[in-house]
């Protein structure tokens, strides 16, 4: 099993670029989450989703979209890129039922540059 | 709103030395779940441990335990005979409830273990 990948690994942009970020896990698992990691910030969750077709805001969701059109997969987009999204980028995804609820799988992450 | 304070930004230990990690946390809901977290140089998230808040056992892997205690709203972390492969940065993290809405992290602490 692969666990949770993402796609890219490293990506530079110019401001007002846009780009989709890819998120892809075969644990079969019921949610999926974005954070991103800043120096000195922690993680901080952008948006989630409990389910295929359902998505939800974390703590800073402005400026991103998601989607989830498949269960494995989940999608973070950036319409407009602005170098106040330089960071860390990770996915994560993790079970529904009880036992194994919030046990949370981490992806690589993505080191995403803004200039 | 839930909160996760981890004071200490940095440690530096010599080898062999025992060392903890504080994690304090603040959330209104009665069942909730805590979690560490390493990241080594490397980037990747490592999971460490899960506890929920009705079970105040601490607990012991190998070098690791960890120290839970409600009434001080704490979940702290110590590593025995510390080695330079414990050389990361540690989060601390907390969800609420189901645990569906994903996890709040503090900022981390960098643990330095010197040879």
């Known amino acids: 099993n692969a666990g949770v990948t993402q796609t890219p690994k490293f990506r530079v942009l110019k401001t007002g670029q846009s780009m989709t970020l890819l998120c892809a896990q075969d644990?079969?698992?019921?949610?999926m989450y974005w954070y991103r990691q800043d120096p000195g910030m922690g993680l901080r969750l952008i948006h989630y989703?409990?389910?295929?077709?359902?998505?939800a805001k974390g703590e800073v969701p402005d400026g991103y979209n998601v989607s989830r059109l498949k269960k494995q997969n989940f999608l973070l987009g950036l319409e407009s890129a602005a170098p106040s999204q330089t960071s860390v980028y990770f996915c994560?995804?993790?079970?529904?039922?009880?036992?194994?609820?919030?046990?949370?799988?981490f992806g690589p992450g993505t080191r995403l540059t803004v200039l | 709103a839930q909160k996760v304070t981890q004071a200490q930004t940095e440690i530096s230990v010599v080898e062999k030395e025992d060392v903890t990690l504080d994690c304090v946390y603040e959330?209104?809901?009665?069942?909730?779940?805590l979690f560490w977290y390493k990241q080594p140089p490397s980037g990747e998230l490592v999971f460490l441990i899960r506890?929920?808040?009705?079970?105040?056992q601490n607990e012991i892997s190998g070098r690791y335990s960890w120290n839970f205690q409600k009434s001080t709203s704490s979940f702290n972390f110590t590593i025995t005979a510390s080695q330079v492969v414990d050389s990361a940065v540690y989060f601390c993290?907390?969800?609420?409830?189901?645990?569906?809405?994903?996890?709040?992290f503090g900022k981390g602490t960098h643990l330095i273990i010197q040879p």
């Open positions: 644990m079969n698992h019921e949610y």
């Open positions: 959330t209104r809901d009665t069942t909730y779940y």
């Open positions: 994560a995804s993790s079970a529904s039922n009880t036992r194994r609820v919030n046990e949370q799988f």
């Open positions: 506890r929920n808040s009705f079970d105040e």
């Open positions: 989703s409990v389910g295929e077709g359902t998505t």
């Open positions: 993290a907390l969800s609420e409830g189901g645990g569906a809405d994903g996890l709040t």
